[in-house]
């Protein structure tokens, strides 16, 4: 029985599932990163919130420019926070991968 190649075969077999495992790996760094400027874009908007300023506005500028186009902001009454909702873009087309939140409200501070 010939066994010359048979790694470069079992190589080539693999390469499929190395390239989705990459790919997995990338989309949770991805939904991460969404997460994590999730929170600045909400805190952003808080802080514009609180002084009367647009918190869609400062929402967007915390947010590179491929995301800035998914975020939903949302204001309470009365200066009770802002909500900032991003969808998680996917590594491969167009799609959302679905959402994520963040909450965020300026308080007080007694001096």
């Known amino acids: 029985m010939e066994e010359r190649g048979q790694a470069s075969v079992e190589l080539v077999a693999l390469l499929p599932l190395v390239a989705v495992l990459g790919a997995l790996a990338w989309q949770a760094v991805l939904a991460g990163q969404a997460v994590w ?18 918190p869609a506005a400062a929402a967007r500028r915390a947010l590179p420019s491929p ?38 409200r300026l308080q007080e501070q007694s001096g």
Do not use: F, K, M, N
């Not at 999730?38 to 609180?50: L, V």
């Not at 200066?79 to 965020?104: D, E």
């Open 37 to 54: 400027l999730a929170g600045s874009a909400a805190r952003a908007a808080a802080r514009a919130h609180a002084v009367g300023a647009d």
């Open 67 to 104: 995301l800035d186009r998914r975020v939903r902001v949302r204001a309470a009454p009365g200066g009770a926070g802002v909500a900032v909702s991003i969808g998680v873009p996917a590594v491969v087309g167009r799609w959302r991968l679905g959402t994520v939140s963040a909450r965020a």
